[in-house]
């Protein structure tokens, strides 16, 4: 046992190089802490997002000056491996590094562990309080019950997306049978169940023909349940699938002939619309916000063409960030400081205009952004700005105004005093 | 329903031959080297990404041959470097070593060809509707993926029970000392054993790379899968990992036509549950929902109850 | 450990006493660690090290004292995370009333009731067999947990709040200090356990039945009982640091459970060194380092840990703690000191080597992704233009030199090494 004193050492040696250089160090910038899987199965979209991160703050903030006369913002990676307990981890460290603001948006467990350990870190370090921006976790609880004061959601939520989705299932009097698919885990029921709900309300006539849930990443081969959705007569489907999950049940669907449309949330960019290519052509609505083809504005126009000269092989997938990176700056030069409470009073209720040219609300009760939701279709005809260099890409096929998604919530928001 | 199950019939063949492709490669492995190689699916994906890039300039064909040529070159390297390297520790560090392998190709392949999905297609002239039955096509590239398996399971089973070459294997499987004082160099045929096993299993990713996807979670999706077919049908016998790999196959298609949930099976005998009860989450498990985790509730079950699988003649 | 093996009243009672010194270090350490280290981030590593000792020791009761390979053994963890997770919530809601820092017990509970029963039929037999139905029983538990949301939460796991219960000293576990001290203490009782288990009888026996399980049968000892009694023993101590990882987190996910965390922990414990019981601490705390440090700053460190452990499992399969206890023979010789010289020769051409390498893969890493027009990056502290042959060629260089001069160096260094720790050799100062 003589050695048990190597341990010691080596914890202290270790410690002493681990850690020397990852103190904090005082500069002179406002620090975003974007933490997202930067390594493992989920990196391509966190570092698609990070890319897009950097270049809204670069591009629309800090060229012009950066805020409160002249402070950059600047943004740094976090690898959390969407795992809940790395992200808590890469909380501290931010925190450590002097971090304010941290990002995130992969996965809504992750989300729901972090919002639950910023508000459990603001209330027991006031002196240290940071604020949470989720760009991209849609469960519906982050802005009702499990909401709190610093948490602000910029993309539409489960629900509100499948309130677009369904006014657009209501105008379509052709679709009279619809089968929900979904990977089976907390979002993927959630979909189902809201889907379930509001059709039965926009819909009675309708016929929900099937209700499935697969293992989340198991199911290599989808043409069973393609032969499945077939065999019932289905006119619509409707799927929460992402990555692998929704590439080949799009495959299946081409190989079976399944010529209905598929509407999903996230369909697209990170090498899915390149992978579904001709397969899911005409088929495959994504229901999101933002604006692709056409870009509405010149101004976005040429941000989107700025973004894809400088890395070639990425795109805008996430236009919610560019709102983020915007709406907090403002935020910032309206507090007047870098206290973040002031900062999160500020973006209660602010109102802002995209670089797209649609108006948003940041609703005070929730921390919920408000903003009109659009369906896409994937094709390659007029498409103007196409994803993965695949000529396919996603063309507006009807936009859903702010007021018809406002939905109620139950969010009790108690703010600090 | 009868077109449900038989399209659930034929897609569970296609894919049951095509675990069968990647299972034989690693049952050879086992049965000689006693060896349950974790980096096995690592081969098949590198089959799909090499084949994937060679396609590019070379064309899908020419790179259905060459790709599983240059991972079985790697395989055999893999074992003269690495395995005989570590054979002396023990059979644990050998599994634990495949494991690290594993674990790194994963790493070394997201390195060179990035992380996201790859656009690896169905070549154009494979690119058709084959047949067309009661409204549902059949690609002709699935016939082609049967036609290529299937063929490689004959050419597999003549090689190894007619020539010369697969005596000499069988012989090296039961009696590796005897085949050695025999003269014949048995290292050397351990290292082309599983260097053959290797192009197997990426000549089955090459066929299913642009139908499964191709992505750096390939191998790990598939790996367990293979392990499972592996030992379900008896670590080292072929007729073994056949049978397990064309049932594994079929189960996981037609268990996802059948929409039976556990209510409905206790319902059978008059029992009902309400929706308010706290085990809720149990009585709604529908078949198709657990379809893709039958195989590792097999595995378990066997292992429990017949150690050396469906048609092993030993346990490890 | 022959240390232990001299008779003698005097000696004997030197070795209790150092044995017993070990320990007192130890908590000393533990108790000052974070005065050397204040920052929250400091304090963080430390906690999930501490879990990870607990587990990766509990891991190796199996496979480095037992000879059991287990590819699931991140199931009795999880659920025993959850368990205790399930516990503190009930605090929280009133159910009843009991102490937040004994809950990782009951979760140590949780995880011998499940190793108990699913080890009564998956220990009936070793090796690939048993690693077969643990890497069944995983994948089972795994994919259970999404779809049993009463006990798992689904995807967003179960969380709760550890302060609500009646503290301890005035400690309430508000801040992640007192988490510390808590893990701190938690981690020195479990470390003792474990350590006691092993000089126990039933210990002995699962080194026995690892070594020859046939000769072990012949004494009257059945192995399969043996390998049970280790399982449920690895199963506890793997609940406990599951409950740990409850009061530390206050969350608790699929993630918890499934085959990345099986893995780790197997990872941490052959790096450390599985033939050594301070092996798989030493593998948890450099592998928390390289998961939660070196991550800041590279995206290849998986990569990294990659290629760590595959070159541990090539050429030293005894683990780190095994490079350290070759030198014990070298030290008690008193010759400790003819290795400077060989060791400081080496390091240059193996440093030469490591930054080469290291600088082709981040360089060819970063051009794979760089945005257009950008050329410029930085390898350690030093901003190169990838796009000019010069940096390639220097690192190119560095890599080819430095494995040339290490291969050889290493034949001398061999020697010297071997010089040092013979007995019959001539050393220096022996």
Redesign the interface.
Known sequence: MQTSRFAGLVVALAMTAGIAVGQAQAADTIKIGFIDPLSGPFAAVGQSGLKQFTFAADELVNKKGGVLGGTMLEVTGYDNQVSAKEALIQLKKAIGDGVKVIVQGNSSGVANALTDAVEKHNTRNPDQRILYLNYSAVDPALTNEKCNFWHFRFDANADMKMEALTDDIKARADIDKVYVIGQDYSFGKAVAAAAVDMLGKKRPDLEIVGNELHPIGKVKDFTPYVTKIKASGAKAVITGNWGADMVNLAKAANDIGLDVPFYTYYAAGNGITATLGAAGKGRIMLVTEGAANPAHTDAFRAYTTAYEAKYENENITQFRIINTVQMLARAIDKAGNTNVDDIARALEGMEFTTIAGDRVIMRASDHQLAMPIRIFVHTDENVEFDMDNSGFGLVEERAVPVSAVELPTTCKMKRPS | ?F??IL??IL??L??GLLLFMLSSGLTLIFSMMGV?NFAHASFYMLGAYFAFTMSGYIGFFPALIIAPIIAGLLGALVERY?LR??HR?G???E???T???A??IE??V??FW??????Y?VPEVLDF?FF?MF???F?A??AFMLLVSIAIFVLLFAVLTRSRVGMIIQAAITHPNIVAMLGHNVPFIFMATFGVGSALAAIAGVIAGP???T???MAF??G?IV??VV?FGG?GSLSGAFVASIMIGLI???A??LDVSVSDFFGLFGMSFSPDD?????WT??L??????IP??M??LM??FR?QGLMGKR?? | MSVIATTGAATTRRATFRRLAVWLVSAAVLLILPQIFTSGLAVTVMNQMGIAIVFALSYNMMLGQGGMLSFGHAVYFGLGGFFAMHMIDWVDQQLFVFPIYLTPFMGGLFGLFMALVIGSFSTRRAGTVFAMISLGIGELVAALSLILVVFFGGEEGVSGDRTTGPGIFGFNFLQDIEVYYLIAVWVLVAVLFMYLFSRTPAGRMANAVRDNPERAEFVGYSQRTVRLISFCAAGFFAGIAGGLFAINYEILTEQNLNATTSGGVLLMAYIGGIGYFIGPIVGAVIFTLLQTVLSGYTDLWVLYVGLVFLATVLYVPTGLTGIMMMHVPAWRLGRLRSLVVPYLTMVIPVAMLFCGLVGLLEMFHYRNGAPTGEVEMTVFYVTVDFTSPLPWAVFTALTLAGGYLTRRLAPAVAASFQAATSYDAKGSSA
């Open positions: 329903m077109e449900l399209f659930s897609n569970g296609v894919y349950l690495g390297h570590v520790y059979h644990v560090a599994l634990i070593f494991f690290g392998l674990f790194l790493e070394v997201q390195f990035g992380k996201q999905l790859q656009d297609r509707t067309e409204g549902n096509a690609p590239y699935k139908v499964l996807g992505g750096p979670a999706e598939l367990t392990f499972v030992v670590l996981q298609t037609v996802v036509a706290f085990l809720v989450d149990v498990i529908t198709p929902q657990i379809a893709p985790i590792y509730l595995l378990v292992l429990i150690p346990e490890s």
